[in-house]
């Protein structure tokens, strides 16, 4: 069984700054893309940030120069530095990584989530 694990949430005025944390555990062979996606109340999951297993990094056009997403592959783990923070990042953010288990089998797993909230 797999598990991911978010933390780092909470509240921050505009303008200020959060770091969220991923770490993923369980029966893992190996982690390919790791991500981080957002919902905010009355709108649909959208990506934020998603990182290769080398590294290769993209971002959603509203969230670049200001979001940085890392990993650390041995500790399986995966990060959203968020910097310069809007109102409108107000959402429920939610880590996702593509597994293989030690079986072979291959999906995508999501974690529970962590509340941002960006409001003076």
């Known amino acids: 069984q797999v598990q991911l694990g978010e933390s780092g949430g909470g509240l921050v005025q505009p303008g200020g700054s959060l770091r969220l944390s991923c770490a993923a555990s369980?029966?893992?062979?190996?982690?390919?893309?790791m991500g981080w996606y957002r919902q905010a109340p009355g709108n649909q999951r959208e990506m934020v940030a998603t990182?290769?297993?080398?590294?290769?990094?993209k971002y959603a056009d509203s969230v670049k120069e200001r979001f940085t997403i890392s990993r650390e592959n041995a500790k399986k783990m995966v990060y959203l530095q968020m910097n310069s923070l809007k109102p409108e990042d107000t959402a429920v953010y939610y880590c996702?990584?593509?597994?293989?288990?030690?079986?072979?089998?291959?999906?995508?797993?999501w974690g529970q989530g962590t509340q941002v909230t960006v409001s003076s």
């Open positions: 990182i290769t297993s080398g590294g290769s990094a």
């Open positions: 369980g029966s893992i062979f190996s982690i390919n893309d």
């Open positions: 996702n990584a593509d597994i293989t288990l030690w079986s072979r089998r291959n999906r995508a797993y």
